[in-house]
Every structure is written in structure tokens, then in C-alpha cells.
Nanobody, 129 residues
């Protein structure tokens, strides 16, 4: 059973920063594509960033490039999302997701299609203007 537990959400003012964490347990971490997704009220879920764990290759949504950074700590089986220069439009529920096993070349496609098999419960991020 795959478990993904997010933490680190909260309320910040525009321009502020937050770091989200996603702890993965009982999971084949090394051959996984993992990502962050978000959903604002009344909107569809969208991809934020993804990473292929074994190679470290990343993909980002255009709206967060240059502001957000996805990273991993393999020793802790933990995924991170560093979010800087936050904007009110970044507000939403942020979800960690994983798909394993995965080939590295499939990770960007899975990210665009939100085709991940395992999802966390989400952590709320609220950015006020």
C-alpha cells in the first residue's frame, strides 16, 4: 500500500515563500515519477511540477517556472516543493502524487495527463494579496 503524506501548507502574503513536503512510505521510491499538483476552488486540478526520482529530471508548469523548485531527499523518501514569490493565484489544495514503476521518458507525459496512480490527501496553500 502506497502512502503519501503532504505537509507544509499554510497562509502567506503575496511575495512570501512556503516549502511543501511529501513523505512516501512502503513504496518503490527509486523508479518513480513523482509530482505536485494543485486545485483551486471551482477549477480543475493542474500540474505544478514533476521529477523522475532516479535521474532527477524535472518538468514545470509555465506558471511556476523560476519561482517553484521540486527536489527530493532519497535518504528520507521525501519530495519537496519550494515555492517562492507566491501569488494569490497560487492558492489551492496542493497534492503530492506518484507513479511507480515508471520510465524516465514517460514522466513528462504522465505529468501533462495527470496520470499518476497514487495521491496524497493534500495540503492547503492560501496566498493573500
Amino acid at each position: 500500500q502506497v502512502q503519501l503524506v503532504e505537509s507544509g501548507g499554510g497562509s502567506v502574503q503575496a511575495g512570501g515563500s512556503l516549502r511543501l513536503s511529501c513523505a512516501a512510505s512502503r513504496y518503490t521510491y527509486s523508479s518513480s515519477c513523482m509530482g505536485w499538483f494543485r486545485q483551486a476552488p471551482g477549477k480543475e486540478r493542474e500540474g505544478v511540477a514533476a521529477i523522475y526520482i532516479s535521474g532527477g529530471s524535472t518538468v514545470y508548469a509555465d506558471s511556476v517556472k523560476g519561482r517553484f523548485t521540486i527536489s527530493q531527499d532519497n535518504a528520507k523518501n521525501t519530495l519537496y516543493l519550494q515555492m517562492n514569490s507566491l501569488k494569490p493565484e497560487d492558492t489551492g489544495m496542493y497534492y503530492c502524487a506518484a507513479d511507480s514503476p515508471s520510465d524516465y521518458w514517460a514522466c513528462p507525459s504522465k505529468f501533462r495527463r495527470l496520470a499518476f496512480g497514487y495521491w496524497g490527501q493534500g495540503t492547503q496553500v492560501t496566498v493573500s494579496s
